[in-house]
C-alpha cells in the first residue's frame, strides 16, 4: 500500500437526531463563553483516544495502556480501576449500574460502575489495527436490553446485556470500528470494507448496503468513522474524502459531498431544531456547519490542524480539539472561535514539531519520516482524538499525552 504520511502532513451516538426538548443550558449548564481554567488533571500511563464519560459524580475513561479508569468528577482522584489484556481506544457505555466496555483485546466486559467488578465477558473472533491511522475501536451501545458493537474481527455483535449471551452476529469483509447508530427498527453501521450496512436490529438481517465511491489513495473507500441520524438522514463518512447522505429506508444517497485535501470525519447534529449538522474535517483543517437537507455550507472555519473528534455542545457554543493538542470553544451561529485551552503536550512538545504559528515547521520531513512517527508526533503533542464531556460547570477532555484534563468556568 502507498505510503501516505507525506500526504497527510502537507495536506493533512447511539442515536443522533436533530430534534430537540428541553433546555440545553438546564442540561448542560449553560455555555463555556470564555476561557476556561484547570480543574484538575490526571495522569495515566498511556494516550487515551475514546471519550471521557460522565455519570453522576464519576468520570469513566478507558486508555491505551488497557487500563479503564474511573475518577471522581470533583478531585479527579481515581475512585476504582479495570484493567483488560488490550489497548482500548473505544469509549465506554453506562445502563443503570452496569457499565460496558470494549476491552480492545477481542473481550466485552459487562463491569458494575462502582465497583469495578466483573459481571460477564463476551469474546468475539479477536481484535486488530487496520493501520496507524486507524485511531478508534467500536463503542458498545446499548438499546432494549441488548449491547451492539463491532470488532476488529469483521462481525457486528448484539449480546444480551443481562447475561453477555450472544443475540445476533453479523459478518462484513473488514474491520469494524464504528459505532453503531440506531434509528426506527434499523441499525446502522460502517465496515473498513467501504460498505454502510442497515441491519434488522432484533435479528441481525441484512436490509440494505450502500458502497463508497473509493478513492486513489483509499480505493477501498473505507468507513473509519461513525454514522450519525439528523433529519430523517443517516450521514456517513470514509476515506475516499467523501460526505454521504443516505436515505434510512433505502439506502440510496440523497446528496454527498467531496472534500478536496482529505477527510470529513466526525458529524455531529445540532441539538436545535435546526436542520444542521456540524462535520470536522482532517487535511482540510476545517470545522463546518451544514444545512442536513441539502449540504449547503452556512459556515467553516479553520482550527489549523487535523480535527479527529466529534463537537461537544451546549446552547450556543461547540466544543472540540483537532491533533495539534489544543481543544476549542467556538460560536455555534458564526464559528468563531472564543477560546483555546492548551494540553501540556502541546506546551512541552509544540516547536518539535511546529512553528510558533502553529503552521508545520519548513524542516518537517526530516523530522517525521513515517507514518507511525506521525501518529508519535500527535501523541506527543497531546492531540484530541475526542469529545469532551460536559457536566454543569466542568468540562472533561481526554489526550494522547495521556492525561485527562477537567476545566471549569
Known amino acids: 500500500m502507498k505510503t501516505y504520511c507525506n500526504f497527510l502532513i502537507a495536506c493533512f ?9 428541553g433546555s440545553i443550558d438546564t442540561l448542560h449548564g449553560g455555555d463555556f463563553n470564555n476561557a476556561p481554567t484547570l480543574a484538575w488533571k490526571f495522569k495515566a500511563n498511556g494516550p487515551f483516544f475514546g471519550s471521557p464519560i460522565i455519570d453522576g459524580q464519576t468520570v469513566y475513561v478507558a486508555g491505551l495502556d488497557s487500563t479503564l479508569y474511573a475518577l471522581d468528577l470533583i478531585t479527579g482522584k481515581a475512585k476504582c480501576r479495570f484493567t483488560t489484556h488490550g489497548p482500548m481506544r473505544a469509549t465506554p457505555c453506562i445502563n443503570g449500574m452496569e457499565l460496558f466496555l470494549n476491552g480492545g483485546d477481542g473481550n466485552l466486559y459487562a463491569l458494575d460502575k462502582n465497583s469495578g467488578k466483573l459481571l460477564w465477558k463476551f469474546t468475539t473472533g479477536g481484535e486488530r489495527l487496520y ?9 458498545p451501545v446499548f438499546y432494549n436490553d441488548v449491547v451492539y458493537f463491532g470488532s476488529g474481527d469483521s462481525c457486528v455483535y448484539a449480546v444480551k446485556a443481562a447475561t453477555g449471551k450472544m443475540v445476533w452476529r453479523f459478518a462484513t469483509k ?25 441491519l434488522n436490529i432484533q435479528s441481525g438481517q441484512l436490509i440494505w448496503k450502500f458502497k463508497t465511491v473509493g478513492h486513489n489513495y483509499f480505493p477501498k473507500g473505507e468507513l473509519e468513522f461513525s454514522p450519525t441520524i439528523c433529519n430523517g438522514l443517516l450521514f456517513i ?18 446528496w454527498n459531498r467531496a472534500f478536496e485535501r482529505g477527510w470529513a470525519t466526525r458529524i455531529t447534529a445540532s ?20 444545512r442536513a437537507y441539502t449540504g449547503e455550507i452556512v459556515w467553516k472555519t479553520n482550527v489549523r490542524n487535523n480535527i479527529m473528534s466529534s463537537c461537544a455542545l451546549t446552547g450556543g457554543m461547540g466544543y472540540l480539539g483537532p491533533l495539534l493538542g489544543k481543544f476549542y470553544g467556538f460560536d455555534l451561529t458564526t464559528g468563531a472561535i472564543k477560546w483555546t485551552f492548551a494540553t501540556d503536550g502541546y506546551n512541552d512538545n509544540h516547536l518539535k514539531y511546529y512553528k510558533a504559528d502553529d ?17 508519535v508526533a500527535q501523541q506527543n503533542t497531546g492531540g484530541i482524538n475526542s469529545t469532551p464531556a460536559i457536566a454543569n460547570d466542568l468540562m472533561v477532555v481526554s489526550s494522547t499525552d495521556g492525561t ?5 468556568k
Do not use: W
Open 13 to 21: 451516538s447511539v442515536i443522533a437526531t436533530c430534534a430537540f426538548a
Open 131 to 139: 493501520d496507524p491511522f486507524d485511531y478508534y475501536q467500536s463503542s
Open 174 to 198: 473488514g474491520v469494524v470500528h464504528n459505532t453503531v447508530t440506531i434509528g426506527g427498527n434499523k441499525l446502522f453501521v460502517g465496515s473498513y470494507d467501504g460498505n454502510v450496512y442497515a
Open 237 to 254: 463518512s470514509g476515506r475516499d474524502y467523501n460526505l454521504y447522505a443516505l436515505d434510512l429506508e433505502k439506502g440510496y444517497c440523497h
Open 271 to 290: 441539538l436545535k431544531n435546526d436542520s444542521l449538522i456540524y462535520v470536522s474535517t482532517s487535511d482540510d483543517y476545517l470545522i463546518i456547519a451544514m
Open 359 to 375: 503552521s508545520f515547521r519548513d524542516d518537517i520531513y526530516s523530522i517525521i519520516l513515517s507514518n507511525e512517527a506521525l501518529v
Open 404 to 408: 485527562i484534563y477537567c476545566v471549569k
